[in-house]
């Protein structure tokens, strides 16, 4: 079993487990039990994995359609689901910014600010867990979440349930990818997920040189940042932001600590995956990220403290914010000259990968205004 394989099953455990405690604690409500068990009617499509990037895994309840598929791309991009229409998941997850957010932390309906910074939904379909403390199993969890959310999009579930079945096209568009013209959250949720799986990006020049063989998709310079980044001796990034045999996720879906917003006295002001697991090893710990395409993705971490990849660099060169729980992988890399970490930026910046065509915001729904005036060249 390769380790992508093993993450994924360790993925679909803590959902089986957690749909069970779920069932378990609500006591299974009829309609979040009928959308589990409804499957898509149309022809189950593959999602063809660019080159550097392992097969996208596919929950067995929720094969993706081309039907589903796009009512999903739809559903992203509509802030119907929004209580006042105004937010969609494109307005923290906007494709102009490598789908997330310029703003440092996210403003919902009414302009209401979370304290964490919005992560890119590029690659998320590979994350064993969703969020930076990975509080939920699955994307179908996962984008229920900022629909009921009061500082995102301050909806109930029934009130975007309420508001779809009010919309003959949804119900059609429902009828047509699931077979029936009863909404209901699941399926809308199982839709999105669909259409975020298709949201992937490889095949970039790194993509191209390590995996495709071909020895001139590299500079020179992002050559060596890739002895850098991998070298136990050096930079040794690789120890958490992943590069297999065969294809690269750039995380190794595990959480660390490396001191962001923690104080002067150590001080910690977000517990991160503390906060579910309640062992004192998670305390101050969050979700690696993947470190493709972050270009337009900026600014960086959980807390979105950092402007710029150059920052985030510099906050490893110092050796993290020590506090008692910093993570053992973590120390000052002064030692590295100003040529490496140059190299070392060369080689981040050769991560970026084009994105299929079809993600954008479909024709015909009019792009949802972003949170952000900032706009890129
Ligand atoms: C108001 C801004 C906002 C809106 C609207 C919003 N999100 Fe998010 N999203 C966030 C923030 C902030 C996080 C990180 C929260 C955390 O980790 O605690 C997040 C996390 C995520 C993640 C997890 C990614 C990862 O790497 O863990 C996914 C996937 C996602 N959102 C998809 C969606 C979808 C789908 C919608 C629409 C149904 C949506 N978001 C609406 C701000 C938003
Ligand atoms: C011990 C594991 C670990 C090591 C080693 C590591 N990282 Fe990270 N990296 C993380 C985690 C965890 C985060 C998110 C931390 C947070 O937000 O609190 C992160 C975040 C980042 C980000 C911000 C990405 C985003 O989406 O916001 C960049 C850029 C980055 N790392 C680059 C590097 C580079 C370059 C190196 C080597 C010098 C490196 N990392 C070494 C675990 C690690």
Redesign the pocket.
């Known amino acids: 079993m390769n380790n992508m394989s093993k993450v994924w099953c360790l993925g679909l455990s803590v959902v089986v487990l957690t749909l069970i405690a779920a069932s378990f604690v609500l006591g299974a409500d009829a309609q979040s039990s009928a959308g589990a068990a409804v499957l898509p009617v149309g022809k189950t499509i593959q999602i063809k994995a660019p080159l550097g990037l392992p097969p996208v895994p596919i929950p067995a309840d929720n094969p993706p359609t081309e039907d589903t598929i796009a009512l999903g791309r739809r559903?992203?991009y509509d802030p119907q689901?929004?209580v006042d229409g105004t937010?969609?998941?494109?307005?923290?997850?906007a494709p102009q910014f490598a789908f997330s957010?310029k703003n440092q932390?996210?403003?919902?309906?009414g302009k209401?600010?979370?304290?964490?910074?919005?992560?890119?939904?590029i690659n998320?379909a590979y994350?064993a867990?969703?969020?930076?403390?990975?509080?939920?199993p699955s994307?179908e969890e996962?984008?229920?979440?900022?629909?009921a959310?009061p500082?995102?999009?301050a909806h109930s579930l029934d009130g975007v349930v309420k508001r779809l079945q009010a919309d003959p096209k949804y119900v059609a568009l429902f009828k047509q990818a699931w077979g029936t013209e009863q909404i209901n959250i699941d399926l809308a949720?199982k839709s999105?997920?669909s259409f975020?799986r298709t949201v992937i990006a490889g095949d970039s020049p790194f993509d191209r040189f390590y995996y495709g063989h071909d020895k001139k998709a590299l500079s020179p310079a992002a050559q060596r940042g890739l002895k850098i980044f991998t070298d136990p001796k050096k930079a040794n990034c690789e120890v958490c932001h992943t590069i297999g045999k065969t294809s690269a996720l750039l995380t190794d879906n595990k959480f660390h600590n490396l001191g962001i917003g923690a104080d002067t006295r150590g001080h910690l002001n977000d517990v991160g995956r503390f906060s579910q697991t309640k062992k004192d090893e998670d305390m101050g710990s969050?979700?690696t990220?993947?470190l493709r395409n972050l270009a337009h993705r900026e600014p960086y971490m959980?807390d979105g403290s950092f402007p710029t990849v150059k920052d985030a660099l510099a906050h490893y060169i110092g050796g993290g914010n020590m506090n008692d729980h910093l993570d053992k992988q973590i120390h000052a890399l002064d030692f590295l000259t100003f040529d490496e970490r140059d190299d070392l930026l060369q080689f981040l910046d050769s991560l970026n990968g084009k994105l299929p065509d079809n993600v954008g915001p479909p024709p015909d729904l009019v792009a949802a205004p972003t949170?952000t005036k900032a706009s890129i060249k």
């Open positions: 559903l992203y689901l929004s937010i969609s998941c494109a307005s923290c997850h957010d932390v996210s403003f919902g309906v209401k600010t979370g304290n964490r910074h919005a992560p890119t939904v998320s994350n867990l969703q969020f930076w403390d990975g509080r939920a994307l996962q984008a229920k979440g900022p629909m959310n500082v995102e999009m949720a999105i997920a975020e969050f979700k990220p993947t959980h949170t």
